[in-house]
């Protein structure tokens, strides 16, 4: 599969791009901190629970978006963070598979029903979720099941990029090790993610460089801070430890700045690519299909319910035809009857005829 580089459309560019990311994972794994380091700007409130007594209860799931306008390098990128408060925070997690699913879903509906209009809504926007990252908890040892499940219930809708949040919890040894437990974890279970695809025999060799890094650094190690601290006279987004400073932009301490770069440059345009091309046009065909599906059984019932009318009828006017033929004999038995009574008298009137002679 070739990977195009940002999109050189002139037009485009100077409109801008459009890109929507939706951010799953449980409460505490550094969502709302990630999605405004990614933005740098608060774009995500913090969470505040200025009631103790109050802090066990569980809201559910909620599904919220934000836009923001971002420059990257001259181009205009309207960029769509789905943010998912509240999953993984419940003992049965069913519900939350089911309003993510749902939703993505929804975009769907919502672009099929365009497509059907004769006449297209000019200010109609497109709000397909183009990718996923999806945080895991540093652990240590594996994929949960609730991990497990919901990248193989979600991964035929959307694109999704596996995360590891707060990796500064873990040593670079064990970081190593994790991400290693992790990916053989998705190659067991078979979960499809975007896993960066390239063709060695028909891509250039600078993407199928780049592309085999990518891949190599899933899941991603992610570190968030909106704060800054100085280091060596200059200020830097990291995270102060009695040990050292933990940089965000770093690469060599997380993976932020090559993610960040891959979703908002140099992958964004494969990502919208396979949303609408292979996604969509998957969902698009599953549910053309049941529709079909629906009518023929409808159809089908139609016809039986003709077939059963027609065969009743059949019977009516078989039913008719044996009265008729029934009168029929009967009514040719009372003339015979009346003929033969009729030439019995004559017969004997001209019996008697015959004796007064």
């Given at each position: 599969?070739?990977h195009p580089?940002r ?10 791009f459009q890109?929507?990311l ?8 550094g969502?709302t901190?990630?999605?405004?380091t ?14 103790p007594e ?5 809201e ?9 306008e971002?420059d990257?390098d001259?181009?205009k990128?309207s960029l769509?963070?789905v943010?998912?408060?509240g999953?993984?925070d419940?003992?049965d997690n069913?519900?939350?598979f089911q309003?993510?699913?749902g939703?993505?879903?929804?975009q769907?509906d ?8 004769i006449?297209r809504n000019?200010?109609?926007?497109d709000?397909r979720?183009h990718a ?10 594996s994929?949960r099941?609730?991990d497990?499940?919901l990248?193989?219930r979600?991964s ?7 995360v590891v ?5 873990l040593t670079?040894?064990e ?5 290693k437990?992790v ?13 960066f695809p390239?063709?060695p025999?028909?891509?250039?060799d ?6 085999s890094?990518l891949?190599?650094l ?5 570190i968030?801070?909106?704060e ?11 995270r102060?430890?009695?040990?050292g400073?933990?940089e965000?932009d ?5 993976d932020f ?8 440059s140099?992958?964004f345009?494969d990502l919208k690519?396979?949303t ?9 065909t599953?549910?053309l ?6 009518a023929?059984?409808?159809d089908?019932g ?14 009516k006017e078989?039913g008719k ?8 004999q009967?009514e040719?038995?009372e003339k ?16 008697n005829?015959?004796?007064v002679?």
């Amino acid at each position: 599969m070739s990977h195009p580089r940002r999109p050189g459309n002139r037009k485009n560019v100077k409109k801008g791009f459009q890109f929507t990311l939706m951010v799953v994972g449980a409460s505490g794994l550094g969502r709302t901190t990630f999605i405004n380091t990614l933005c740098d700007a608060e774009v995500v409130p913090k969470r505040e629970c200025d009631e103790p007594e109050m802090a066990h209860i569980e809201e559910g799931i909620k599904i919220k978006p934000y836009t923001v306008e971002l420059d990257e390098d001259g181009i205009k990128i309207s960029l769509t963070v789905v943010d998912t408060p509240g999953f993984g925070d419940m003992i049965d997690n069913e519900y939350c598979f089911q309003e993510i699913l749902g939703y993505l879903e929804q975009q769907y509906d919502d672009i099929l029903s365009e497509e059907s209009r004769i006449k297209r809504n000019r200010r109609f926007r497109d709000n397909r979720v183009h990718a996923l990252l999806y945080f895991i908890a540093p652990t240590g040892h594996s994929l949960r099941e609730i991990d497990i499940e919901l990248m193989k219930r979600l991964s035929p809708r959307i694109n999704i990029i596996p995360v590891v949040g707060k990796s500064d919890s873990l040593t670079p040894g064990e970081l190593a090790d994790f991400k290693k437990r992790v990916m053989e974890d998705i190659t067991h279970h078979k979960i499809p993610i975007y896993n960066f695809p390239y063709d060695p025999e028909e891509d250039d060799d600078e993407t199928v460089e780049e592309n085999s890094e990518l891949r190599s650094l899933l899941p991603f190690a992610l570190i968030g801070c909106e704060e800054e601290v100085t280091v060596n006279g200059r200020k830097v987004r990291g995270r102060q430890y009695p040990w050292g400073v933990v940089e965000v932009d770093n690469p060599q301490h997380c993976d932020f700045v090559k993610l960040r770069y891959a979703l908002l440059s140099s992958h964004f345009q494969d990502l919208k690519e396979i949303t609408h091309d292979y996604l969509y046009e998957n969902y698009r065909t599953e549910k053309l299909s049941r529709s079909t599906d629906s009518a023929s059984d409808n159809d089908s019932g139609e016809e039986d319910e003709h077939s059963r009318l027609k065969e009743e009828q059949f019977k009516k006017e078989d039913g008719k035809l044996k009265e008729i033929e029934d009168r029929v004999q009967r009514e040719l038995k009372e003339k015979q009857q009346e003929l033969w009574t009729k030439e019995q008298q004559l017969m004997s009137l001209e019996a008697n005829q015959i004796h007064v002679q």
